[in-house]
């Protein structure tokens, strides 16, 4: 059981005690606050309240939030493209429509169930869940991981992405003609006010989000471009990609209705590098574009 308190300020008096919850932590939704209220779990001046309460200025909430149940993560024989692997760290090439890792309802087909049977020494640092896992992409972005085979490489690994030593690079195609070579997106990124599931540009409970992009080649009516991340938030490129007007081909969330059927974004993290955890030898590693961004680069063209 993990437990929070908070005290009521004057510009949240009247707000609904769901929205002050939510909006405390940006993992928590609206919907699963209003289950905790229900089951007794939020608390107000020692009360029991309802979702729609309405809090007063100088309201003590105590939230108590129950531990997930566990899940059992299986190991599963895959065919993983690994390109790199050695008594530390593991570089892994991630197929366009694979999960990174387990969630509620989705254990399995994961590429951790992959790693788990591929290797048996993975870094405990993220827990059952996400062993090995130092940062993801989504699901429908193809390219390049590096995963932690124990907790002193995790730590060297994490420590690189805070200070913003890795390289990654992104090939993406988005909607709209860029007319200049190049740019940089520097626009904090956090969760959607109006949508828990999504991310947008927002100064509020926000943090800094940095992307460089350069022009490959333009079409009649979208651009190819490459992505270096300075930062690495949640939908980083797609969300700062639309921010500017620009949003990514095929992307169902933050892309307009009529784009490419693609099933989901045009996004390849194609190049990561890092120093090793152990040698301290920096690391490179490029993989090519998948075979369906290929053939769309080529309708594109034609």
Known sequence: MNQFELTIEEHQHNDRIDKIVSAFNSEWSRTQVQSWIKDGNILVNGNQIKP???????????????????????????NLDVYYEDADVLVV????????????????GTLVNGLMAHCKDLSGINGVMRP???????????????????????????NQLVEKSVTRKYKAIVHGVIPHDQGTIDAPIGRDKKDRQSMT??????????THFNVLERFKEFTF????????????IRVHMKYIGYPLAG???????????????????????????????????????PAYFEELLEKLRH
């Open 93 to 108: 090439n991630k197929p366009k429509g694979m999960v990174v890792h387990p969630a509620p309802g989705h254990v399995s």
């Open 251 to 289: 992307d169902p969330k933050y892309g307009p209705k009529k784009t490419l059927d693609i099933d989901g974004q045009a996004l390849h993290a194609g190049v990561l590098g890092f120093i090793h955890p152990r040698t301290k030898e920096y690391l490179e590693f490029e993989a090519p574009l």
């Open 52 to 78: 729609n309460y309405k809090v007063n200025s100088g309201d003590y909430i105590k939230i108590d939030i129950p531990d997930p149940e566990p899940l059992d993560v299986i190991p599963e024989e895959m």
């Open 225 to 236: 471009i490459e992505c270096q991340l300075e930062t690495g938030r949640t939908h980083q």
């Open 201 to 210: 540009v927002t100064d509020e409970n926000s943090k800094n989000a940095v």
């Open 132 to 158: 090995g896992i130092v940062h993801r992409i989504d699901k429908d972005t193809s390219g390049l991981l590096m995963v932690a085979k124990n907790d002193v490489a995790h730590e060297s690994l994490v």
